[in-house]
């Protein structure tokens, strides 16, 4: 496995003859790796004849500084959890990936302002123009996202087909914990008393007849709900606990 912490290492592994006409398949993620990045590696692994992992906790998605502050940045715990699937990490540094102090972003006008987009101002442009950069610098046959971030999965498949991008996006299910709640980095910020109780987040998305139903049992519950809302057979849900963010989504 190959660590590329720059952009002329990551050029010079790319064009490397070993790895022209090969299919490439690419996990972009903001590191702090889980289960349920690793099944997105699998994936790709068994999909492609070679897979990159890149690691960029990427500035312009955060719309709150101490979001950004408290990311967990463990690269090394990362690339032992990587290693059995891949053949290249790519974790540039910030400067290189906006030359241009992000004069040029990615807009999207539709899905991008609901849900995470209301609550977050700007996030959706940070994603779609850092994926953008991903793909155009590692040029993958196919990229791998998880469902669990339903809303950035349409936006990036629809931002492929809308820009006729040379990649297939692949889609993975969300992996959940033993007890229901989708894997998520943010989880471990949780003490062990919020952890158990956040079991009720799924549980009551999955058990009430409408969303108007389940913000009002997620309320009673204890949590702050941001939103509840079904759409496209989907419900989509965010809630605040000890002031960590989380987001889940079922099909209805
Ligand atoms: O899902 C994530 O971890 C991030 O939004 C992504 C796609 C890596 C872009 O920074």
Redesign the pocket.
């Known amino acids: 496995m190959k660590l590329c912490t720059d952009l002329p290492a990551w050029r010079a592994l790319r064009g490397n003859p070993d790895w022209q006409g090969r299919s490439v398949g690419f996990v972009?993620?903001?590191g702090a790796l889980h289960a349920g990045h690793v099944s997105l590696l699998a994936r790709a692994r068994a999909e492609n004849e070679r897979v990159v992992l890149?690691v960029?906790v990427?500035p312009t998605?955060f719309n709150d500084p101490a979001d950004l502050a408290r990311y967990p940045r463990t690269l090394e715990a990362d690339m032992a959890l990587a290693a059995p699937y891949i053949d290249a990490v790519f974790a540039p540094a910030m400067e290189e990936i906006y030359p241009d102090s992000y004069r040029f972003q990615v807009t999207e006008n539709d899905v991008s302002s609901r849900w995470e987009g209301l609550q977050r101002p700007g996030h959706f442009e940070?994603?779609l123009t850092?994926?953008l950069k991903?793909l155009n610098l590692v040029q993958p046959r196919r990229a791998y996202?998880?469902e669990k971030?339903w809303q950035?999965l349409q936006l990036?498949r629809g931002m492929a087909d809308a820009f006729f991008l040379p990649v297939t996006i692949v889609s993975c299910p969300t992996i959940r914990d033993h007890d229901g709640v989708a894997l998520s980095s943010r989880n471990r910020r949780l003490s062990a008393e919020a952890r158990a109780h956040v079991t009720q987040f799924p549980a009551l998305l999955r058990s009430s007849p409408d969303a108007a139903t389940a913000a009002a049992r997620l309320r009673a519950a204890g949590f702050d709900v941001d939103y509840v809302d079904d759409a496209g057979g989907e419900r989509l849900a965010a809630i605040r606990v000890e002031g960590v963010r989380l987001i889940d989504h079922v099909t209805l």
């Open positions: 972009p993620t903001m890149s960029f990427n998605q940070g994603v850092v994926v991903l996202f998880g971030d950035q990036v």
